[in-house]
């Protein structure tokens, strides 16, 4: 099977774990992301005007802060009932003072296990989004902006979602080259911070008040990393899983090209096609397809009525790591 012969180069080929990794998986991990978080955010909070921190969740799949001491005082994201079911809707939960409040300590522990994807940690998703400075009489605008950002009419549909609250679909837009991104994830706050795929903090500065770019202004990079965003994560889950850096800024755009190419070269459809393909542009080279002998295998499995992606089983892994660029 090709996704046999993808394990097995991705085992041989597989980066060891980078610094980030290493720097935040010792027992270390949880204090070095609190005096992280702290030393950012406390300078915010006295204002003017006066702010607190409020950490941003998802509890489509599971709600972890459901039995918080605070969670009476959640401001959910206004979105329509036929669009989620309002016990899925993410919403803001106000956190307390640090080293006072352990919901801090928790929220940062879970999404870091959430982040890495740490096999010792059964996580699913990324149910803690994102940490935001903001005056708390402001609670209710802010989760109606996040709402209204992450909300776009594409051409021939009804408005719908686009999950910009979750780190590992907003990110993405981080990664569209120098084209700023279309959205400001929530532009009345003081800043929001989230943890990348190694784990480290990052922080999306407050910017100047913004209405919603309309879709048709959208750069075209950012609409497609957002049309196969679930595509795209699930290459970098894969390779994260295999210990590869996945924190390079380039790669998510890689991912991209290669992940269009699968549709326009190949005419592949099907959604593990695609994720294969893309899997063998990253560790062998993007251009793994145009090797003779790999083409003409891929156009007689095309031919013979089946995915072409069958035809990559026949070549074994010392065939690959022959081809690779790595």
Request: net charge negative; hydrophobic share 45%.
């Amino acid at each position: 099977m090709a996704n046999s012969i993808l394990q097995e180069l991705a085992q041989s080929m597989a980066a060891r774990s980078s610094p980030q990794r290493i720097a935040l998986s010792d027992a270390g991990t949880l204090q070095h992301l609190r005096d992280h978080l702290f030393a950012q955010v406390d300078p915010l909070l006295d204002g003017p005007p006066p702010s607190s921190l409020w950490v941003l969740i998802s509890p489509q799949i599971t709600d972890p802060l459901a039995n918080a001491r605070r969670r009476n005082e959640a401001v959910p994201l206004p979105i329509e009932p036929d669009i989620m079911r309002p016990e899925q809707r993410p919403y803001l939960l106000p956190l307390g003072d640090f080293g006072r409040d352990d919901t801090i300590d928790f929220t940062l522990d879970l999404a870091w296990a959430e982040a890495t994807r740490h096999p010792d940690r059964e996580t699913r998703g990324s149910s803690v989004c994102a940490w935001l400075v903001f005056p708390a009489e402001q609670a209710r605008h802010v989760a109606h902006d996040i709402a209204m950002q992450a909300r776009h009419r594409w051409p021939g549909s009804h408005a719908r979602y686009l999950r910009l609250w979750d780190p590992r679909v907003f990110e993405l837009l981080t990664d569209v080259g120098d084209v700023e991104p279309p959205v400001r994830y929530a532009p009345s706050t003081n800043g929001v911070w989230w943890l990348n795929r190694a784990g480290a903090l990052q922080r999306y500065p407050a910017p100047a008040a913004t209405t919603p770019l309309a879709d048709a202004t959208w750069p075209e990079t950012a609409k497609a990393m957002l049309r196969n965003s679930g595509t795209i994560n699930a290459v970098l889950n894969a390779l994260q899983d295999a210990e590869h850096n996945v924190v390079q800024p380039p790669l998510a755009a890689a991912i991209l090209s290669l992940v269009e190419r699968a549709s326009s070269a190949w005419s592949l459809t099907n959604e593990l096609d695609r994720i294969i393909y893309a899997l063998y542009g990253v560790l062998i080279s993007p251009q793994f397809d145009q090797d003779t002998t790999v083409r003409e295998a891929m156009l007689a499995a095309r031919a013979q009525g089946d995915s072409p992606i069958a035809a990559l089983a026949g070549f074994d892994a010392a065939f690959w790591e022959r081809h690779s660029h790595a």
